[in-house]
Every structure is written in C-alpha cells, then in structure tokens.
C-alpha cells in the first residue's frame, strides 16, 4: 500500500524545494492561488538564504498588484528566471525584470496552460500559431523581456507548407497548488474554489519529472465520497497543508461568494451604470454581439459590455465565458476576475483554450493600449512598467469577431500611434485569417481593413478633423 500524502506545515513543506529547481504556481489573481505557501516560501528565502536559483513557471496572472500572490517571491536570488503569462497583478516582479536581476519571458497564458500538460506527458511541446508575428514570435525577441535574458524558448519550424511556433517543454519539479479539501488518501476536491486551472497537469509535471506537489488545502475529511469530484488523486500529492481558511479567501476580492460556485437559471444582476465613456463604448461594442454567440469579455472596459446589456434585457441572448475555466454566468471583475457570477459550468483552464484556440469564440471584446495604422494592438507594455499579454493573444487570435475597446486618447497621449511598443496583435495576419475586427472608442469606430484602418463611424457632434482626425499620429483611411 502506498504511503498517504505527509500532513506538514507551510514551513516544513516549502524547505523541501531543492535549489535551482522549476516550481510551477496555481491560481488566477487570487482565486486558487495558494498564498499560504508563497507566503512561507519567502519567509524562508528571507530567514535562510534558501532555496536559490528557481524558476518560477505561472500561466495566469496572481497578485493584487501590491503585495499578495507572486509578488511574495519576488526576490533576486531566490529567483533566476520568470516564465509567466501576465505581469501586471505581480508588479514587483516586473520590476526584477526591468532591472534585469532575473531573466524573464512572456508567453501567452493559453500557451503556457496546454504546455503544462505537455510537460506532464514529457511530449515535445506545443505546436501551434498562437504568437505568430507577434513580439513573442523569436523574429521579434521570442517573448524575452530583458537583456540578461539570451535563451529561446520558442522557435519557428515548418510543417505541411504552413509556419508554426513550438514553445519548448522544460521539466517542472515543484508544484504549489490549492484545493478546497483533502482527504485521509490525499485526494483534493475544489468544492469552494471559484475555478479549477491547471492542478491536475501541474501535478503530473512535477510527479512524472522526480519532483514533489505540494497542496493548500482549507481542510481535511475522511473521504471524498464522489470520485468524479476529486480533481487532484493522492497518488500525486507529497504534501498537504491545511490552512484552517487562513489565506485562503476565494478570491483576493472576497472571502467567499457562494455565487461563484452555484448555478442559477435566474441570472444575476448587475447595477445600473452610469452614463459615460465608458457606457457609450459598452453600448457600441454590445451591437456586435449576435444571438446565440459564444463571448469572452476582457478585464477593464469591456465588462461595461455585459453590465449595458442586462440593463437593456439582452444578457440571456449569448454565452460569456472565462478563460479560466467559467462558462455562462456574468465573470467578476477587479480581483475577483477569473471567476463568474451564477456559471453554467466550469472547466480546467487548458481545456477552455482548446476550445478558444480552435476558433470556439463567436466574438472576443477586449482593451487595447496602443493601435497601429495596420490595425496591430499593444496591450503589454504602458505607462513605464510591463503588463504582459494575459490570456489576449490566444483569444485575440482565435476569435471569428474581435471588437478593441478603449477611449480614443490617454490624458494627453494619443492611443492611435505610428509606432506601438509591442506587437501583441497583428493587424495583417488578422486579415489574412478572415477575421472581422472593430475599434471602438467613444469618438470615433474604426474597422481593419487590408490596406489599414478606415474609418467607419465618428460620434454625431464632433468635428472629423479636430476631434479625431488630428488627435491621431497617422491617417486613417476615410
């Protein structure tokens, strides 16, 4: 019979990770980030000098942009190398990297999830056109965000007459992951975690490589009566450590919102908003929305696109999905995001993006930063600090109908420039898939053509050439 996993504190379960080891993370800003466990591990790293030289291996985003999730291991020294999917909820990390203390690398969330299992399989990576032409396409940089950062870990190849990027596998030797519950076998249920991302094929990685799976669990029972519900088997679990509900919220918003695991036909509902930019680019963004549509809405301004239509009784016309996992529902926001009010299901974060990458998005709404006169978009890089691309480019990508959303200028810097910082999406390649894509911003609309943007619509009471026109750093076709 087999050993069950140990039942071990925070403490004595973090001192097993070995030196210069890979140590892959779960969560999605705060849901399912285990903060336990990144919290004793900087501990130690700060009481020890140990362990030393890791590379930190995450697909979404976890942090609140202050000091919880991975902004707890950002340490030179204990860290050598970042590969992460976004940045920006973890700006102490960015800050390793802009200081070029840490090599650093930004690769596509839904890459880096369906790469985790991959890695599980020790097959030989992911093949596939997301990132093409883009900036983490190794003709432009391979993703590398800094100069101490020299090896590829994308490259081109050709199969059947066509161009493909294959991100390259690397062992995974640690796992830290969270479940709800544990039983006397080790077996993890997710019962009040708000999604399931990646726990199961980070744990295969790091069990199949030699390594160890550490769990933060919020407590223990006998046993997990319904197989079908234990997420993670004990086979795969080295230690567990029970966190008794201490950080362990749901999400970094909230304690828990019971909202987040439940269904209900009902729906739920969303406050009135006010009249604004904001509004006026939701209700224009809404109209491209069809019945019957599968949707996934970014962070940041396109959630106006969901709160406009249940104001005008058209939320119950289309699907929204998360790319964490959520399908149906309403997603939170802020840091709460990655989670959905009242979901119809919820699925493993790499299984939604073989969905996604497979063109099962009807219409993707999203924020833009910077847009280009070819329709390209940045949404990585801004304001002096790097935010990193997110589940964006898989879902950019892979869209049959994109909609951009944003305000037409940035306080005194314009957003339709010559020149974007980094190519996250690539106007012409959107051409040459047939994508139907849109900008909209509350003065103007602009549609991506194959000669560039052209202009479609410009909000009634303007003046073409002073309000638009020459607030722009190119000229669009008119």
Known sequence: ???????????AAVAAIP?????????????????????????????????RDLTLYYCAGQGDRGERGLNHLAHAGLLKRIIGGHWNLAPKLGALALANEVEAYNMPQGVLSVLTREIAAKRPGVITQVGLNTFIDPVNGGGRLNARTTEELVERIELDGKTWLRYKPMPIHVALIRATYADARGNLSMDAEGLISEV???????????????????????????????????????????SGGVMHDQTFGEVFNEEFVVTNPGGFELPLMPESERKRIGARALREIRKGDIVNLGIGLPEAVAM???????????????????????????????????PEAIIDQPAQFDFYDGGGIDIAVLGAVEIDAEGSVNVASFAGRFAGVGGFVNIAQ??????????????????????????????????????????????AVFELTAQGL??????????????????MEFQPLV
């Open 454 to 471: 052209r202009l479609a619509e410009v909000t009634p009471g303007l003046d073409l050439q002073r309000d638009v026109l020459d607030q």
């Open 308 to 342: 406009v239509a249940a104001e005008t009784g058209r939320l119950g016309e289309f699907t929204l999905t998360v790319e964490s996992g959520p399908i149906g529902g309403v997603p939170a926001s802020g840091l709460s995001f990655g989670c959905s009010h009242f």
């Open 19 to 51: 030196r210069g080891a890979t140590v892959a993370v779960g969560g999605f800003v705060g849901a399912g980030h285990p903060e336990l466990l990144t919290v004793a591990l900087e501990r130690r790293f700060l009481g020890t000098g140990t362990p």
């Open 200 to 242: 199961l094929p980070m744990a295969q990685a790091a069990k199949n490589h030699g390594g160890i799976v550490i769990a933060q669990v919020e407590g223990l029972v006998d046993q997990i009566t319904d197989p079908k519900s234990v997420r993670v088997p004990g086979v795969l679990v080295d230690y567990i450590v029970t």
């Open 398 to 443: 892979s869209a049959k109908r994109l909609v951009f959303c944003c305000t037409f200028r940035a306080k005194e810097n314009a957003k339709f420039v010559k020149r974007i910082q980094h190519v996250c999406f690539h106007g012409p390649s959107a051409i040459a898939r047939g994508q139907q894509v849109l900008y909209v911003t509350e003065r």
């Open 1 to 11: 019979m087999r050993a069950p996993a140990l039942l071990s504190t925070a403490d």
